[in-house]
């Protein structure tokens, strides 16, 4: 390399630059987390505002649920349920509240997030098993930022290729 001020070539700046010329792993993951970090948050798929609004009603029309069922009710009774109904209209931004009911104890929540999401994470072969029911939606839920991680992880897949793998 020259005395001079000038550069002439990439690995002399580097060189001058860094101390060294070979672009390391971690350096390209500096630069990954950099960009990313740099990027603009992914909007919520619901509208936080409008979730705590009608978190007050939620709670109400979830323990009139819970209270007015009867304990041999089917699941078709407790899903016609006038309350539950109604907590199935507030839409989109309810799905965070209804996760998180489910979160605090497996209950019948499965056909108001189907009918809220469009959708259903539960393989077949998990239907029926309302454990494996809970932790499918809680994973989903999760995934897709409708709630934060749960409390505790057990019985949870430990990966999303796992849930993956176990829903194919």
Same mark, same amino acid.
């Given at each position: ?15 001058? %630059? ?32 409008? /979730? ?31 309350? =539950?109904?109604?907590?199935?209209? /507030? +839409?989109? #931004? ?16 499965? #056909? ?20 494996? /029911?809970?932790? %499918?939606?809680?994973?989903?839920? =999760? ?9 505790? =992880?057990? +019985? ?10 176990? #829903?194919?």
């Amino acid at each position: 390399m020259t005395t001079s001020s000038c550069v002439d070539t990439y690995e002399e700046f580097e060189v001058e %630059a860094f101390g060294y010329f070979d672009v390391t792993e971690d350096v390209r993951v500096k630069a990954q987390d950099t960009e990313e970090a740099m990027r603009p948050p992914r909007p919520l798929p619901y509208d936080p505002i409008e /979730m705590e609004r009608i978190r007050p009603h939620f709670a109400e029309l979830s323990a009139t649920w819970k209270r007015e069922r009867q304990g041999g009710s089917t699941v078709r009774k407790m899903i016609q349920h006038p309350a =539950y109904q109604e907590i199935v209209a /507030m +839409g989109k #931004n309810a799905i965070p509240l209804v996760l998180g009911e489910l979160e605090q104890e497996v209950d019948f929540w499965f #056909n108001a997030l189907e009918v809220l999401t469009g959708t259903n994470p539960v393989s077949e072969r998990d239907m029926g098993s309302l454990s494996e /029911m809970r932790n %499918a939606w809680l994973w989903w839920g =999760y995934t897709l930022e409708y709630c934060r991680a749960p409390r505790s =992880y057990n +019985g949870l897949p430990k990966s999303a290729e796992d849930w993956i793998s176990k #829903n194919q």
